[in-house]
């Protein structure tokens, strides 16, 4: 008859029960079912409120002066961009046009740090 060993030391025939293989108790899983549906119904209420909390928050950021500031500065930007290349087109003056690049720099420079004194903190 073939036999299991089992941490050296006993023997035990094929498909005898050992005293490792006690069968446990079983608890039906059913018998706290409403408990623990309320439980799972409270966090999920709990889990849905915070979800349409954060996603109000994104939809709407507040008001930013500086970005504001930043949006104005970036359109000066653009139209002193297109005043230089018109000028530089039409009546070939480099100082005119070298002027309105370096103040368009700077004006570019600007925009950028309203942008980043108006970004979220988190």
């Known amino acids: 008859m073939p036999y299991e060993q089992h941490s050296g030391v006993e023997e035990v025939p ?3 029960k050992t ?8 608890t039906d899983p059913l018998d706290d079912a409403p ?3 309320e439980r799972m119904e409270k966090l999920l209420a ?3 409120a915070s979800l349409d909390s954060n996603a109000r ?18 359109v000066l930007v653009v139209g002193l961009l297109l005043a ?8 070939g003056a480099l100082a005119g046009v070298l002027i309105k690049l370096a103040f368009a720099g700077v ?12 970004r979220p903190k988190d």
Do not use: W
């Open 35 to 37: 408990g623990n549906l």
């Open 19 to 26: 005293s490792k293989d006690k069968e446990t108790p079983t």
């Open 57 to 74: 928050e994104q939809a709407h950021r507040e008001f930013s002066l500086s970005r504001l500031t930043g949006a104005i500065l970036q």
């Open 107 to 118: 004006l570019q420079l600007s925009a950028l740090t309203a942008f980043v004194v108006a």
């Open 46 to 48: 709990e889990i849905s």
């Open 14 to 16: 094929l498909g005898a």
């Open 84 to 91: 230089a290349a018109v000028e530089l087109l039409l009546a």
